[in-house]
């Protein structure tokens, strides 16, 4: 009797131990499970990553390049998203190529209407002429636009580390593209359509943003554009 005294007493101190080793292993579980669940909610996106894109177009347009609106935002962000490169973009230097690589294939389309509509003009006048001199703006524009995107590449490794001299030749050289398309557009306003010219100032707005994006990417400011 007496040893199953002593049995029977010992169970309590058995039963205890037990509940508090599944305790500590259930506290446990439930730590490593949280940690899986917070790395799980990493993967799957849930953590706010920086929106390189909303950011510049917000600078775009809030007077942050020298109170000069380069591109609205809602347009410059539908702009930039048209092509998937924007998202994984990890600088403004890299949004600068995409917005290289967008003006030249708006370009290509605004010369190619140019020289459909000219090819059907069969009377010599203004207008005519007007359109002759949009194809040679044209060809030049599409002729500069792979040296002045050759002239960024130097200095995008540099970043906003470039000297402003450089950073003042690549803009220089976007400089050129818009007196081109801004004489062509104006010339088109004066002796066609104006509200059909309305197409032709997309090139002028995807200079302009190309030309704020390399502002950013340079950490360089100039206010002194020809067009």
Known sequence: MLRIAKTMAARPTISITLVSMLLIVAVGITKVAGNDNKNADSSNGKTKARDLVAEVCKNMSDGFLESKTHFDEKPCISVLRS???????????????????????????????????????????????????????????????????????????????????????????????????RECCLGLSNHWDYEKTKEFFDVIRHISLTWGLMEMATNFLDGQSQW
Not at 123 to 147: G, K, Q
Not at 176 to 181: E, S
């Open 83 to 181: 092509d998937n490169r924007s998202a994984v973009a990890k600088d403004h230097g890299d949004l600068v190529i995409v917005a290289f690589d967008l003006l030249e294939h708006r370009s290509r389309q605004i010369a190619a209407k140019i020289d459909s509509i000219l090819h059907g003009l069969t009377v010599r006048n203004w207008t005519e002429r007007s359109f002759r001199f949009c194809a040679a703006d044209y060809a030049d524009i599409l002729i500069a636009l792979p040296v002045c995107r050759d002239i960024f590449l130097d200095l995008k490794p540099l970043g906003t580390k470039a000297k402003q001299i450089d950073a003042l030749g690549a803009l220089g050289c976007l400089d050129r593209l818009g007196i081109g398309a």
